[in-house]
């Protein structure tokens, strides 16, 4: 007899929907299984303005499938509808305050990229002069609108993240009443700065938890797990898994879903983003499973950000069980992670 797990309201609280024929394909991948999800403004142009947000929240929602068909996925059911609320966020440039109250109910945080760290982040901060920044992050604080920081300097590949605490820590002190949170940490540097600063929180991916870089460039070059951050070292990969496994209440699941089709992929220059989103529940399973965690995983992917941003996500129930799932070639255009592999874990419904 398979044993099953149910996860109550998942939410993903980093990730990339892109727009046009991509968003059609993998929106609806996370609002079969997710609740909420917080959406990543990194657009060409990129998300600055009420205008361009309030209509990307459209299109998110219009290719969830709000008001129309949306039968391009087998076992249709539960695919899209109003169950899913994306968390929308705003591309991090040195705002003012008339405009932060102005979009202050359309947003859910501001995202910040070290310009030209990774995708799309051309337009970001060019250096981190904190007295240029404060009227902006003041105002933030005051209107309680967290901080997301992709935090990589542009040094060596391997120590840009950890480069950058000295800024999380200057961004931490200078504005303690700042929630700031750290995305898609990869070292035991960044799991060291939650214990030091009470206002600096972490969102860890599953393939953070699963690979290091050796996986992604140890032996044939795997392009389809080429991320920003990249990969590191396996006492980097155990400091992650150590905090996700017992549910650190400062951790919380971001997948850091980031589809590119496969040409962009499989190619000379490839491009960085590994997609995990409709796997991701899964491979979280067989993880928490395989280490005997099961019962921390809830706290993981939802009860930990219920608390840590104070939200209500829509109701949703995600039964998973312990059956092997084959996962797919493709979707649409994108290769996932682990493409054609076997796992140990799989949807059986949503409710
Ligand atoms: C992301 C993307 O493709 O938008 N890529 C990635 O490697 N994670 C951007 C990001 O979060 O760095
Ligand atoms: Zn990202």
Redesign the pocket.
């Known amino acids: 007899m398979s044993r099953q797990h149910t996860l109550l309201m998942p939410l993903d609280m980093?990730?990339?929907l892109r727009d046009g024929v991509m968003l059609e394909t993998v929106a609806p991948l996370s609002s079969y299984t997710f609740s909420g999800a917080v959406v990543?403004p990194?657009l060409v142009p990129p998300i600055t303005s009420k205008e361009s947000l309030l209509a990307y929240k459209e299109r998110v929602l219009l290719a969830c499938g709000y008001g129309v068909d949306s039968d391009n996925f087998e076992d249709g059911d539960g695919l899209g509808g109003s169950d899913f609320e994306p968390l929308m966020t705003l591309f991090y440039q040195n705002y003012s305050e008339d405009f932060l109250q102005e979009v202050r109910d359309d947003i859910f945080a501001i995202?910040l990229y070290p310009a030209g760290i990774?995708?799309n982040s051309e337009g970001g901060v060019e250096s981190f002069d904190i007295e240029t920044m404060r009227p902006t992050l003041e105002a933030m604080a005051r209107m309680d609108i967290p901080l997301l920081v992709?935090g990589e300097t542009d040094g060596f590949v391997m120590d840009r993240e950890a480069e950058f605490m000295s800024i999380y820590k200057l961004l931490a002190e200078n504005f303690p009443d700042l929630k700031i949170v750290m995305?898609?940490i990869t070292t035991m540097a960044a799991v060291d700065m939650l214990e030091r600063h009470e206002n600096l929180y972490a969102t860890i991916t599953i393939h953070h938890l699963l690979i290091t870089l050796d996986d992604v460039a140890g032996g044939m070059l795997a392009p389809h797990l080429f991320?920003?951050p990249i990969a590191k070292r396996p006492e980097d990969r155990e400091a992650l898994l150590k905090v996700a496994l017992e549910a650190h209440p400062k951790v919380m699941f971001?997948s850091?879903?980031?589809p590119h089709p496969q040409h962009r992929k499989e190619a000379c220059g490839c491009a960085a983003?590994v997609f995990t989103a409709p796997i991701a529940l899964q491979l979280l399973c067989e993880l928490f499973d395989k280490h005997g965690k099961l019962e921390n995983l809830q706290n993981f992917v939802s009860d930990n950000a219920q608390n840590i941003y104070g939200i209500c996500p829509e109701f949703k129930e995600v039964i998973l069980e312990n059956k092997e799932f084959k996962i797919p070639e493709r979707y649409g255009e994108v290769v996932p992670i682990y493409a054609g592999k076997t796992i140990a874990w799989s949807i059986e419904d949503v409710i």
């Open positions: 980093h990730l990339h990543m990194n995202k990774t995708t992709h995305e898609h991320c920003k971001g850091d879903s980031a983003g």
